[in-house]
């Protein structure tokens, strides 16, 4: 990857941020930090993070951004992200976002390459209360639009699917608030700094595919 770079996907709970970011950060050869996924490991391991987190999480409501801040702190002194990275589901506040500037430019990165990945909400509940993920490898399937072969059993590599205990559907309600309310404005505050793209995920998972490999290749200026 030419220089050292982060990509970000914004975007609403369910846009597809993490199906696409599992494609995109292996095209970049770069790590795909995901906040969420982080945090669902320290609950599943039961750590003391996993325990302060868990509650909040299944509320649908934003953990603090001090304890998001340090663990992702933690995650870029990997030397896995050395060439760069690519979030998904972080920065999702503002103070996020001003921290995220810091540690970027202190880091010696770029400016950073911003997509905001953009469904409507009447979508999203489909999206979501029908998403299963796999238990072994973290792939993503949907029980109405990308179903498994057999019925809660992983193609890849034979894990069991399990639902997600924050898709359910009130839940699913709290969590898109909460991103209307501390998220959708960051997409005005990297509008100001030129460095934000907007890319239609309505359409297919290959078709929002094709178009965030258009963008990645235009910031490798290929
Ligand atoms: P997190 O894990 O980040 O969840 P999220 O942002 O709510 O996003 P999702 O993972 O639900 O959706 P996605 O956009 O990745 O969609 P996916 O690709 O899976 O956060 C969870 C919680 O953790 C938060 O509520 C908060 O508590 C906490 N948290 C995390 N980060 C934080 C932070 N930075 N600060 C504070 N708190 C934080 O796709 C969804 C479904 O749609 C799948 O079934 C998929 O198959 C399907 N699908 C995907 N694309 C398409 C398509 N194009 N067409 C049709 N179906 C599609």
């Not at 909400?121 to 299963?132: E, Q, S």
């Not at 209307?180 to 960051?186: A, G």
């Amino acid at each position: 990857m030419a220089g050292k770079r982060a990509f970000i996907f914004l975007g609403p709970p369910g846009a597809g941020k993490g199906t696409q970011a599992k494609r995109i950060a292996k095209q970049l050869g770069v790590p795909h930090l995901s906040t969420g996924d982080m945090m669902r490991d320290a609950v599943a391991r039961g750590t003391e993070l996993g325990k302060i987190v868990g509650p909040i999480m299944q509320a649908g409501q934003l953990v603090s951004d001090d304890l998001v801040m340090k663990m992702v702190e933690q995650r870029l002194k990997q030397p896995d992200c050395e060439a760069g990275c690519l979030f998904d589901g972080f920065p999702r506040t503002l103070p996020q976002a001003e921290g995220l500037d810091k540690i970027l430019e202190r880091g010696g990165f770029g400016k950073p390459v911003v997509v905001d990945l953009a469904v409507s909400d009447d979508k999203l509940l489909r999206r979501l209360t029908g998403r299963r993920t796999c238990s072994v490898g973290g792939e993503i399937y949907n029980v109405y639009d990308a179903p498994s072969k057999v019925e809660g059993v992983c193609d890849n590599d034979g894990g069991k699917l399990v639902q997600r205990a924050d898709d359910r559907a009130e839940v699913v309600n709290q969590r898109l608030a909460a991103y209307h309310r501390q998220t959708k404005p960051l997409a005005d505050y990297y509008r100001q700094q030129g460095v934000l793209q907007e890319v239609d995920a309505s359409v297919s998972v290959d078709e929002v595919s094709r178009a965030l490999g258009e963008i990645v290749k235009r910031a490798e200026g290929r």
